[in-house]
Nanobody
């Protein structure tokens, strides 16, 4: 089974920066290695639906961002350790949410909540004004 283990969530002040990590490991039941999946980040604020934040292809060359984070967030992937990072800058109170790491078969799929194959455990990020 593909496992996604997250770290880095905490409380910060508005304007601060924070980096989340997601370490991928294992294989799916069909034998597909975690390193071949596209990875992404979603977030879910209290009382709201889970929304796409950022994603990247399995090799990390192609990326995609949600409109609300473009220019402030950067997603990257270290191939050697199979770890994805979400660097968040100029954080705002509206960035407060539980952030989830996600894996899907393609960059197109990792942007769609219903097409996610595996989820991380979630990390609480709180931005205070």
């Amino acid at each position: 089974q593909v496992q996604l283990v997250q770290s880095g969530g905490r409380s910060v002040q508005a304007g601060a920066s924070l980096t989340l990590s997601c370490a991928a490991s294992g294989r799916s039941t069909s034998g597909r290695a975690s390193s071949s999946y596209a990875l992404g980040w979603f977030r879910q604020a209290a009382g709201k639906e889970r929304e796409f934040v950022a994603g990247l292809s399995w090799i990390g060359f192609s990326t995609y961002y949600g409109d609300s984070v473009k220019g402030r967030f950067n997603v990257s992937r270290d191939i050697a350790s199979n770890t994805m990072y979400l660097q968040m800058k100029e954080m705002k109170p509206e960035d407060t949410a539980v952030y989830y790491c996600a894996a899907a078969k393609s960059l197109e799929s990792v942007r769609v909540r219903e097409l996610i194959d595996f989820w991380g455990q979630g990390s609480q990020v709180t931005v205070s004004s």
